[in-house]
């Protein structure tokens, strides 16, 4: 039997961590702009915040490489900024313009950068997690060294494609980890009323793959949980499933009107806030003027990025000539 | 008569009949605590307790759970969020609910509704905002309606629960705050029976769901250059009320169709080829066709308002029949 080759280092390195600090404050940021543009009436749609959660998208991405394959949800912007998305396309994406990722015909929920990795948000729910077993797929048979990781949260995690993919992922040993983003909640709904077991990892079992829970407010544990996962998948050993245990801070979207979710919950989580942890220990590592610098560039860089993005031009409309269904019709277009 | 928002209108008709029939059951997500996306159950839970439920993120089993649960005896009121969620209930209801109400003959009954709906203009995106009417309308054995009133939106949801075969109600996510008048004796609406919305002699708008609201915009403009619209809402889109499009087509000889589906395949091609094959004698002049443009629904709103028909579209359809 040849040896496995030794694991990769699983910790980030001080700087790394500087760097995922800046990219939850850079997606903090952007949420509160988005906040304060859908109050302004600026936006269209319903728009998803992940306020809260920051650490599972940026500690997750943070620990893989730039050619593995991401898939996300309707509240993917961490994993956008956490894949190395700029924030003046994504805001010019979500606020409908021209220079967005997608030309303005995404929104904020399906914005995809294959050259990026970040295939795609997800509106419907469960279809991040068989389209990253998928993307595993192709890896495997092509032979190619990259690996695929699904974020997706515990109202995914009761869908049947989820299970499903979970059974092929384990059984082809597919180079994929299943992030499972618990929130508590899914929509309006609370975890309890959606599953009865409250620990969603111990599904992992049931698949014959290690499942974990942790932290998913420390952005050093997001990280160190994923590439355990990353290097066993990158292995040939097959998939694993991280349940990172966070909360959602803000409502479902900016239509949710809210009043489900009780103040000791917030209050209790609010004083775990992903950012809070990550500063308190960067700071003694680093000094806080230093901390307080990235810090500060984050939000100037967001704030210019929204200002730029507001300025960009609506997109004229264009037919998509490989959706239509007549032949010769889209000649000469 | 009271004037009731067409989703209040929706919520009196399932009051209505969970009140009258022990076994109408009300399941779907975020249906109960919260009283729906679309606060089209608001109350029902307080109301009638464990007989209206919140359920995981499950559309495929729901949907067959509905089917089952209704083959003996429950009468289930599903809630699908998004029409755009509706193919994931689609092997319940073409390959399961269709074929045992005829393969089992009259053994069974299948009194289950689906209720879910669609259309776009909301800058709700690609997965949020079609109307795959299409979809359903396609299954023999289903019955299909697309309520636009709240008059109707009670009616037709009564039928459609008391009704013993299997329905699904489409509503609109752009009709939901609408508000009329509503009789306090409004009772079921017969299903497949189409309403004259507006009386016109020169052109028929056959139109389905918020599409009539947009023909009879369109009607107004056309009114202003002397022409006399008529506007035809479907209501039930199976099974289809030809005599009515027939009886109209007959008097304006020249028609319209229109539906927010895709055109391809779609729904509103179903109407055309309709009054092809009953009142081809009738016609003037070829049938327009306006539907939603043959590609997703883009987010920007330069974008949306270019891939889905308004009033504007339809006037030029209208006055293309009449050239
Ligand atoms: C197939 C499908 N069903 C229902 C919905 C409506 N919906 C959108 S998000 C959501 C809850 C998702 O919960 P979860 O997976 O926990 O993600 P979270 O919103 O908490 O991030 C629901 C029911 C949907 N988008 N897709």
């Given amino acids: 039997m040849t040896p496995k080759p030794a694991l990769p280092h699983n910790s980030p390195s001080i700087d790394e961590h500087l760097e995922m600090h800046r990219r939850m404050v850079v997606t903090r940021e952007l949420e509160r702009q988005l906040g304060a543009l859908h109050k302004a009436g600026v936006t269209r749609g319903p728009i998803h915040r992940c306020d809260g959660q920051e650490a599972v998208g940026v500690g997750a991405t943070g620990a893989l490489e730039d050619r593995d394959c991401v898939t996300t949800t309707h509240r993917g912007h961490a994993v956008y900024i956490g894949k190395g998305l700029a924030p003046r396309r994504i805001l010019a994406e979500i606020l409908g313009r021209e220079t967005g990722y997608n030309g303005g015909r995404a929104g904020h929920m399906l914005i995809g950068s294959p050259v990026h990795g970040m295939m795609g948000g997800n509106a419907i729910v469960g279809a991040s997690i068989p389209a990253a077993t998928g993307m595993a797929l192709s890896a495997q048979v092509l032979g190619e060294d990259r690996i695929a990781l699904a974020t997706f949260g515990d109202g995914a995690a009761q869908t049947g494609i989820c299970h499903e993919s979970m059974n092929i992922a384990a059984l082809w040993k597919l180079p994929v980890v299943f992030l499972l983003e618990h929130n508590e909640y899914g929509l309006t709904a609370h975890a309890s009323t959606q599953s009865s077991v409250a620990d969603l990892y111990i599904r992992a079992a049931g698949h014959g793959m290690p499942g974990e829970q942790i932290d998913g407010n420390d952005v050093v544990a997001v990280f160190q949980a994923v590439a355990r996962a990353a290097a066993r998948a990158r292995r040939g050993d097959g998939p694993s499933l991280i349940e990172a245990r966070t909360y959602r801070m803000e409502g479902f979207s900016t239509s949710d009107v809210g009043g489900y979710q009780s103040d000791e919950d917030l209050a209790r989580w609010r004083a775990r806030d992903p950012i809070t942890l990550s500063r308190a220990v960067l700071v003694e590592a680093l000094g806080e003027d230093r901390v307080m610098d990235v810090e500060r560039a984050a939000a100037e860089t967001v704030a210019a990025a929204a200002e730029a993005a507001q300025a960009d031009p609506p997109p004229h409309f264009v037919p998509h000539a490989p959706s239509d269904p007549r032949a010769f019709a889209t000649e000469g277009r | ?323």
């Fill in chain 2, 1 to 323: 008569m009271a004037i009731m928002r067409y989703a209040e209108a929706l919520n009196a008709a399932l009051r209505e009949a969970m009140t009258a029939d022990p076994s109408v059951f009300l399941f779907g997500e975020d249906v109960a605590d919260y009283g729906g996306v679309f606060k089209v159950s608001r109350g029902l839970r307080e109301a009638f307790g464990d007989r209206v439920r919140d359920t995981p993120i499950s559309e495929q089993t729901l949907a067959a759970m509905a089917v089952s649960a209704s083959m003996t005896g429950l009468r289930p009121v599903l809630e699908i969020m998004y029409a755009d969620f509706m193919p994931l209930t689609l092997d319940a209801l073409v390959n399961q609910a269709s074929v045992y109400g005829y393969v089992w003959g009259d053994e069974i009954t299948l009194p289950f509704v689906i209720r879910t709906q669609g259309g776009g203009g909301l800058g709700t995106g690609a997965q949020h905002a079609k109307s795959l009417d299409s979809f359903v309308a396609h299954i023999p054995g289903l019955k299909v309606v697309a309520p636009v009133t709240p008059a109707d939106a009670k009616g037709l949801l009564l039928a459609a629960i008391q009704d013993p075969h299997p329905v699904i109600v489409l509503e609109h996510k752009r009709l939901y705050n609408t508000r009329a008048e509503v009789p306090d004796d409004q009772g079921p609406v017969p299903l497949g029976r189409a309403r004259v919305a507006r009386d016109g002699s020169d052109v028929s708008l056959i139109a389905t769901s918020r599409m009539v609201v947009e023909a009879e915009a369109a009607a107004d403009r056309l009114a202003e250059s002397g022409i006399s619209a008529e506007v035809l809402d479907l209501r039930t889109l199976r099974p289809l009320d030809v005599e009515a499009i027939v009886r109209s087509v007959a008097k304006t000889r020249h028609a319209v169709v229109i539906n927010e589906d895709w055109g391809f395949c779609g729904y509103a091609a179903e109407l055309s080829a309709t009054i092809m094959e009953h009142a081809f004698d009738d016609l003037d002049a070829p049938v327009e066709r306006v539907a939603t443009r043959d590609m997703p629904i883009p987010f920007a709103e330069s974008l949306e308002t270019a891939v889905i028909p308004d009033a504007d579209v339809i006037t030029a359809a209208a006055l293309r029949a009449l050239a």
